[in-house]
C-alpha cells in the first residue's frame, strides 16, 4: 500500500507542474489608462514607457515616461517609476520632475479564469525646491473568457490616501478589454471614474507580440464632446526578461 502510494505521488507531481505551466498566457503585458492584476513572475524584470502626444501645434505636450517593475516573487513585486521627459510648447522639453515607488501582491488564478491584486505607491512630483508627495492604494481585477477566444476583461481603481498639500483624495475608476487575433490584440478602455476631467474618453489600442519578450502598442483617445474626435496618441514599449 505504501510503495502505491508512493507511485501515485511522484505521478501526481509531475501532472501539477504541467497543469501550472498551461495556465492561460497573459495576452498584454500592459494596458494604456489601466492597470492589469498580474504580477511580474519571481526574478522577472519588465521595463516599460507609454509615451503620448497631445494638442495641436501651438499647445502641444507629450512625454516619454519610465517604469521598472522586478517580482520578488510569483505573488510580489516591486516596482519604480518616473515620468520621465516632458515636453511642452513653447517651452520645450523638461527634465524629470516625479518619480515613485510601488508594491503589488497579486494572485494568478485566485478562482477559475479571475486574477486579483492590490497595490500601494508613493509619488513625488514637482521642480526646483517644491514637491508634493501623493500616497495611493488600488485595486485591480481581471476574468479571462475562454469560450470568447480567451477575450479577458479587467478593471481597476486607484484611490489617493494621503497628500502633503492636504487635497481632497482621488479616485480613478477605468475599465477594458482585450481580444486576441493572432499576434496581435485589440484593446478598448473606458475611464467610469476620474479625478482629471482631461483624462475622460474612451481608448481603443492594438498591441503586437513582436517577439518573445518585446510588445508595442498603439492607442489613442476619442472624445464626443463638443464632437467626436481623436485627441491624443499613445505608443508602449515593454520589455521582460
Not at 497631445?54 to 510580489?76: C, H, K, M, Q, W
Not at 503589488?104 to 525646491?129: D, K
Request: hydrophobic letters at 40%; a negative charge.
Amino acid at each position: 500500500m505504501r510503495k502505491l502510494r508512493t507511485i501515485i505521488l511522484i505521478v501526481a507531481i509531475p501532472a501539477a507542474a504541467s497543469a501550472q505551466d498551461s495556465k492561460p498566457p497573459q495576452l498584454i503585458q500592459e494596458a494604456f489608462s489601466g492597470d492589469l492584476a498580474f504580477t511580474q513572475d519571481r526574478g522577472e524584470i519588465q521595463i516599460s514607457s507609454a509615451m503620448h502626444a497631445a494638442g495641436g501645434s501651438a499647445n502641444r505636450t507629450a512625454g516619454v515616461p519610465l517604469e521598472i517593475e522586478y517580482g520578488v516573487t510569483d505573488e510580489f513585486q516591486i516596482s519604480v517609476e518616473t515620468g520621465g521627459l516632458s515636453y511642452e510648447r513653447p517651452t520645450g522639453w523638461s527634465a524629470p520632475r516625479d518619480f515613485g515607488l510601488g508594491l503589488r501582491y497579486g494572485r494568478f488564478g485566485l478562482l477559475p479564469n479571475l486574477h486579483a491584486s492590490v497595490t500601494i505607491g508613493a509619488e513625488s512630483e514637482g521642480s526646483g525646491g517644491t514637491h508634493v508627495i501623493n500616497t495611493t492604494s488600488g485595486l485591480q481585477l481581471g476574468v479571462d473568457l475562454p469560450r470568447l477566444r480567451m477575450t479577458h476583461v479587467f478593471t481597476s481603481v486607484v484611490a489617493g490616501v494621503w497628500n502633503s498639500e492636504g487635497t481632497k483624495p482621488a479616485v480613478d475608476w477605468v475599465a477594458g478589454l482585450v481580444v486576441p487575433f493572432g499576434q496581435l490584440r485589440a484593446t478598448i478602455e473606458r475611464p467610469l471614474i476620474v479625478s482629471d476631467a482631461a483624462n475622460r474618453g474612451t481608448v481603443p489600442g492594438l498591441v503586437w507580440n513582436a517577439v518573445d519578450g518585446l510588445e508595442i502598442g498603439l492607442a489613442t483617445t476619442l472624445r464626443t464632446q463638443p464632437k467626436l474626435r481623436a485627441t491624443d496618441l499613445m505608443l508602449s514599449l515593454v520589455l521582460e526578461f
